[in-house]
């Protein structure tokens, strides 16, 4: 018998007066992979969900292992810096020598019992990555390098750099800051020039504008 409206609307009212029965009219009108589709769903989601946390878990190792690598090129680099000071800070002064743990430390404990520097600005000074002394080629005057060597130069080497040189000027010598790597950023390359740094850029060295050294 063909089923009409009415008795189509009938129906309606019903189910709507008896939820119970929903479940079941279910069951009979949809086929078994449209009930499934709801437990299918949540399934799905709950893989998706945990594909994301791996994927999360996966790029923080990345960047983990990005950082470490960076960082044992930066250290392999500073080794090369400090074993071939000449052949690097040859080209900014003369008879350059890179100071050892002791001389620096007697350079730096000397000017701290003077009075000339705090503690803070003493652990500061011993965290420079290299103090290069040297003489100025146009008249022979004693001059220091502060550098910063990292693989990558970014601004905080840059500012580093500066901070640091500009506060062992203060034991009354002439201070130049230098940063050194394999690559420069291009806002490191800006704050070296306004910060009157020099750069060492793949064994290429890139004075500030005007280059002039500290008289």
């Known amino acids: 018998m063909p089923f009409t409206a009415d008795e189509f609307h009938d129906l309606v ?5 008896h939820p119970e029965w929903r479940a079941e009219l279910r069951r009979l009108v949809l086929t078994d992979e449209l009930l499934a589709l709801p437990e299918q769903v949540g399934v799905l989601t709950e893989q998706m969900t945990t594909l ?32 071939k000071g000449p052949t690097y800070f040859g080209r900014l002064i003369r008879r350059p020598h890179v100071l050892t743990s002791d001389e620096l430390v007697t350079l730096l404990e000397d000017a701290r019992e003077h009075g000339i520097f705090s503690d803070p600005e003493v652990q500061e000074l011993y965290n420079a990555d290299l103090v290069v002394r040297g003489r100025r080629a146009m008249d022979g005057t004693q ?12 601004p905080y080497d840059v500012e580093r750099a500066a901070r640091r040189a500009a506060l062992l000027a203060r034991i009354g010598v002439a201070v130049i800051p230098v940063v050194a790597g394999e690559r420069l950023t291009a806002e490191a390359g800006r704050l070296a020039q306004q910060h009157k740094v020099w750069q060492i850029t793949a064994g290429h060295v890139i004075p500030p504008e005007p280059a002039a050294f500290p008289s």
């Open 13 to 17: 009212r019903l189910v709507e007066a």
């Open 143 to 154: 001059v220091y390098l502060v550098v910063e060597v990292s693989w990558g130069v970014g």
């Open 52 to 83: 994301t946390i791996q994927v999360t878990a996966l790029a923080r190792s990345v960047q983990t292992l990005t950082d470490d690598v960076g960082d044992l090129k930066g250290r392999s680099l500073e080794a090369d810096y400090h074993t």
